[in-house]
């Protein structure tokens, strides 16, 4: 098993930034595909960016590119997402996703986070 927990969501204004993270244990981080996906209320979950194994391959949803970065250190265990100039839609709980092949679909992840929240006020 393999488990994940997210940290460094909270309250910001439009035009902000957050760093998030996620850290995972209990199993080798670096054969994952890791990817960010958000849920904002009443929504479907949605996907945010991904990151293959290495860490040279990143890819983002339109809604984020040029705003987000994600990245991840194989030795510490970590995911990252640092997310720039905030808008209020980006207000969701964030979660980070472990799979074994780089997709955008929710149903290809089988190891999930708890989530954080991310709000940002206008």
């Known amino acids: 098993q393999l488990q994940l927990v997210e940290s460094g969501g909270g309250l910001v204004q439009a035009g902000g930034s957050l760093r998030l993270s996620c850290t995972a244990s209990g199993r080798a981080f670096s054969s994952y595909v890791m990817d960010w996906f958000r849920q904002a209320p009443g929504k479907e979950r949605e996907f945010v960016a991904g990151?293959?194994?290495?860490?040279?391959?990143?890819y983002y949803a339109d809604s984020v590119k040029g705003r987000f970065t994600i990245s991840r250190d194989n030795a510490k265990n970590t995911l990252y997402l640092q997310m720039n100039s905030l808008k209020p839609l980006d207000t969701a709980v964030y979660y980070c996703?472990?799979?074994?092949?780089?997709?955008?679909?929710?149903?290809?992840?089988?190891?999930w986070g708890q989530g954080t929240q991310v709000t940002v006020s206008s």
């Open positions: 990151l293959s194994r290495s860490g040279v391959l990143p």
């Open positions: 996703a472990a799979g074994d092949q780089m997709a955008t679909t929710k149903e290809k992840f089988a190891y």
